[in-house]
């Protein structure tokens, strides 16, 4: 009887989001209003996606003494209509990038690769240098802005129009943990660029 309980309630669980990376708390991202609900739109450009930033102000992995980055996320199916381009070199991770050094240095090579392996998988750049390499220039500027708002005692929602008046665009923030996502796109050259989704197919043409 026991074992049949056992069996049933293993079947009716709810499934695990398989969005949730590991190390981390699951994500309750809210999209700016203008974008809707539907997926993400590339509009002709061959990639398109994300770059979530941390505030640091969210509590367990990401609290931080200042805002840090997450991770560059192409939005392939079913968040986005972007191609999942690969690498030429699949090797893992070996060190860990400027941008993702933080309060913890030791524990972020393991992370870093999660993000390689979920996300830079898809990411059309060359190897994981390329794909960290970019991501650290690429949040150099808006993470500026984002310690700027935060010294000042601003809050996500600060922040994050903060980063919408130094000309980035929000595309959604996370509640659950104090993130904020920008748009980004990238062209068949796989050169990630930031800019508004109704640019991305003049942007990031192929």
Known sequence: MLAALGLLLAFSAPPVSLDVP??????????????????????????????????GLGDGNYNHSAPTVHGLWPETN?????????????SNPTKVYSCYQGDSPSDQLSFEIHEWGKHGSCAGVSDCDDFFGQICSLVAAPLEVMTAARKKGGKLRAIADAVTKAGYT???????????QVAT??????????????????????
Not at 30 to 47: K, N, V
Not at 170 to 180: K, P
Not at 185 to 206: M, R
Request: hydrophobic share 35%.
């Open 22 to 55: 590991p190390v981390r708390g699951a994500m309750n991202w809210t999209r700016d209003a203008r974008f809707g609900s539907d997926p993400m739109d590339c509009g002709g450009a061959p990639l398109c996606g994300v770059v979530a930033l941390e505030t």
């Open 78 to 90: 079913p968040y986005g209509n972007s191609k999942c381009i690969h690498p030429g070199d699949s």
């Open 185 to 206: 796109c990238a062209g068949a050259d796989g050169k990630w660029q930031f800019a508004d989704p109704s640019q991305f197919g003049t942007v990031c043409a192929s």
């Open 170 to 180: 929000v595309f959604a923030t996370d509640t659950a943990n104090s993130q904020v």
